[in-house]
C-alpha cells in the first residue's frame, strides 16, 4: 500500500506523539507530556503526517522563524523539527515525502528557505539541505582561568532573573542580539516555553548583564550538577543559552560564569568559530574545544529572495548556474552586490560557476568555505579565479552561527 502524507488533525496527536517517540527511543512513560508539549508549543498546523493505511509511521513539523542574513536583513524560514520514522518503514520513501509536505507549505507561505538541525549527518543532504553553520561543544576550567590584567574593569552589573520571568526579560534581550548575529533565528514565546523555562529541557538560572545605563544587553541562561569528589566540589555548569549585544556585556558574562562558587568545569556550545573569550583570558587553552560539529542545515526555496536580501563581503557579481530541477532554486543566476545593495536574477549570460541546490544551500549563509566545497568537487569552474571570487564574495564577519536548538 502506498504513503500517503497530510496535515495533522487534533485527533493525531498522541499516534503522532507514539510514532516520534518509538523513533528516537523515548519511553512510551513519556507520551503524556509529549501529547501537552506538542499540543501547546508547537505549530501544530505547520504538523504533517505520514500514513500506512491507517497506520501513522512517519511525521514531521515546523517553527515560523526569520533568520538574520549577513548585513542584518531577516527572512521568513520553516525551521525543520520532529522529523520522524518508524524503523519499521525506513528505506520506503516516508521521510523524502514528509520533507516535500513541508517544502510544499513553506513555499505557499512565502519563506524563502528551511533549516534544521539534524540528529545524523548522512540523512539531509539527500532531500536538498546543506551543512550551513558550525557548532563546537566547549570546556572551561573555571579554577585554572585568568582573565587578563590589562582589560578593562567590568561595567555594568549581573543580575539573577525569575524562572517565570525569563521569557520576558530574556527575549527581547536575544531579539537585539539575533539582529547583530548573521545566521540566527528569532524565537517565539512557545519557543522559550518549551526549550528554556518548561518542559524536559528547563533550566534552573537565568542571569542578565545591565549596561551603566541601566539597558540589558546579554543573559545566560543555565543549570548546575553537584559533584563532589572526596568532600571536595567540582560542579558542572552547563551554560545552554548565551547572548550578549556588546563586548562588554560578552566579557561580563563570562566573568560571573568563570567565578561561580563550588562549580569547577563549565561547558557550553554558546561559543561561535570566532568568539574572542579565548583571547580575553591568560590561558586560550584554557577554553577548550571538545567537538566541532554540523550545526544548521540549510535549504534555499528562493534563490533570488535569499540572495538579494543578503550583503557581500566584497562589490562583484558572479554568475551562478544552479544544476537540477528545484523550483525556485534551480537556474542561471547573476548575483551582483556588495556591502550597501545586492540584487540577485535569472540571466543568460555565461555561467562563472556550477553548483547544485544543496551545494547553493551550504555556502549561502557565508559560514561555509566556499574552497573547500571546490576541492570536494561540489563547485566547478573554469577559470580557478572564480572560485576566490566566490569565496571573497560570500564570505562574512562575524562568521554567521546559530546558537538556537529546535
Known amino acids: 500500500?502506498?504513503?500517503?502524507?497530510?496535515?495533522?488533525?487534533?485527533?493525531?496527536?498522541?499516534?503522532?506523539?507514539?510514532?516520534?517517540?518509538?523513533?528516537?527511543?523515548?519511553?512510551?512513560?513519556?507520551?503524556?507530556?509529549?501529547?501537552?508539549?506538542?499540543?501547546?508549543?508547537?505549530?501544530?498546523?505547520?504538523?504533517?503526517?505520514?500514513?500506512?493505511?491507517?497506520?501513522?509511521?512517519?511525521?514531521?513539523?515546523?517553527?515560523?522563524?526569520?533568520?538574520?542574513?549577513?548585513?542584518?536583513?531577516?527572512?521568513?524560514?520553516?525551521?525543520?523539527?520532529?522529523?520522524?520514522?518508524?524503523?519499521?518503514?525506513?528505506?520506503?520513501?516516508?521521510?523524502?515525502?514528509?520533507?516535500?509536505?513541508?517544502?510544499?507549505?513553506?513555499?505557499?507561505?512565502?519563506?524563502?528557505?528551511?533549516?534544521?538541525?539534524?540528529?545524523?549527518?548522512?540523512?539531509?543532504?539527500?532531500?536538498?539541505?546543506?551543512?550551513?553553520?558550525?557548532?563546537?561543544?566547549?570546556?572551561?576550567?573555571?579554577?585554572?582561568?585568568?582573565?587578563?590584567?590589562?582589560?578593562?574593569?567590568?561595567?555594568?552589573?549581573?543580575?539573577?532573573?525569575?524562572?517565570?520571568?525569563?521569557?520576558?526579560?530574556?527575549?527581547?534581550?536575544?531579539?537585539?542580539?539575533?539582529?547583530?548575529?548573521?545566521?540566527?533565528?528569532?524565537?517565539?514565546?512557545?519557543?522559550?516555553?518549551?526549550?528554556?523555562t518548561e518542559g524536559p529541557h528547563r533550566l534552573s538560572f537565568f542571569v542578565v548583564h545591565t549596561d551603566d545605563d541601566g539597558h540589558d544587553d546579554g543573559y545566560a541562561a543555565y543549570k548546575i550538577t553537584e559533584r563532589w569528589h572526596h568532600g571536595h566540589p567540582g560542579h558542572l555548569c552547563e551554560v545552554e543559552y548565551f547572548g550578549a549585544a556588546t563586548p562588554e556585556a560578552h566579557a561580563a558574562l563570562w566573568r560571573y560564569l568563570c567565578s561561580l562558587d563550588?562549580?569547577?568545569?563549565?561547558?557550553?556550545?554558546?561559543?561561535?568559530?570566532d568568539d574572542p573569550l579565548p583571547l580575553l583570558v591568560e590561558n586560550p587553552r584554557l577554553v577548550r574545544t571538545t567537538e566541532v560539529n554540523d550545526g544548521i542545515w540549510h535549504r534555499l526555496l528562493d534563490t533570488p529572495a535569499f540572495l538579494s536580501a543578503r550583503r557581500y563581503a566584497v562589490d562583484d557579481e558572479l554568475v551562478l548556474d544552479v544544476t537540477d530541477d528545484e523550483p525556485g532554486v534551480s537556474g542561471r543566476w547573476r548575483v551582483a552586490g556588495g556591502r550597501d545593495a545586492a540584487t540577485c536574477a535569472a540571466t543568460d549570460l555565461p555561467a562563472d560557476v556550477s553548483l547544485s541546490p544543496r551545494t547553493l544551500s551550504a555556502i549561502a549563509i557565508g559560514a561555509a568555505p566556499v574552497h573547500q566545497q571546490a576541492r570536494a568537487g561540489h563547485i566547478t569552474a573554469s577559470d580557478s579565479a572564480a572560485i576566490d571570487r566566490l569565496a571573497r564574495f560570500l564570505r562574512w564577519e562575524p562568521v554567521p552561527w546559530c546558537g538556537t536548538n529546535f
Open 262 to 273: 563550588l562549580v569547577s568545569e563549565v561547558t557550553t556550545r554558546c561559543l561561535a568559530p
Open 1 to 196: 500500500m502506498p504513503i500517503t502524507v497530510r496535515p495533522m488533525q487534533p485527533a493525531d496527536a498522541e499516534r503522532l506523539v507514539r510514532t516520534d517517540f518509538r523513533a528516537f527511543g523515548v519511553g512510551i512513560s513519556e507520551v503524556p507530556a509529549g501529547v501537552t508539549r506538542l499540543t501547546e508549543v508547537f505549530e501544530t498546523d505547520r504538523f504533517v503526517v505520514a500514513l500506512d493505511g491507517a497506520d501513522l509511521v512517519g511525521n514531521g513539523g515546523a517553527f515560523s522563524f526569520d533568520i538574520t542574513v549577513p548585513g542584518g536583513a531577516t527572512l521568513p524560514v520553516s525551521a525543520i523539527t520532529w522529523i520522524a520514522v518508524l524503523p519499521t518503514h525506513r528505506r520506503r520513501g516516508v521521510m523524502r515525502s514528509v520533507m516535500d509536505a513541508l517544502a510544499d507549505d513553506a513555499r505557499s507561505r512565502g519563506e524563502a528557505a528551511m533549516i534544521l538541525v539534524a540528529s545524523e549527518g548522512s540523512i539531509y543532504s539527500n532531500v536538498g539541505y546543506g551543512a550551513a553553520t558550525q557548532w563546537r561543544q566547549t570546556e572551561l576550567e573555571t579554577r585554572r582561568i585568568r582573565f587578563r590584567p590589562d582589560l578593562p574593569a567590568p561595567a555594568g552589573r549581573v543580575r539573577f532573573v525569575e524562572p517565570e520571568d525569563a521569557v520576558k526579560v530574556l527575549g527581547p534581550i536575544h531579539d537585539e542580539v539575533r539582529l547583530l548575529t548573521p545566521g540566527e533565528i528569532s524565537r517565539t514565546e512557545d519557543w522559550w516555553k518549551g526549550h528554556v
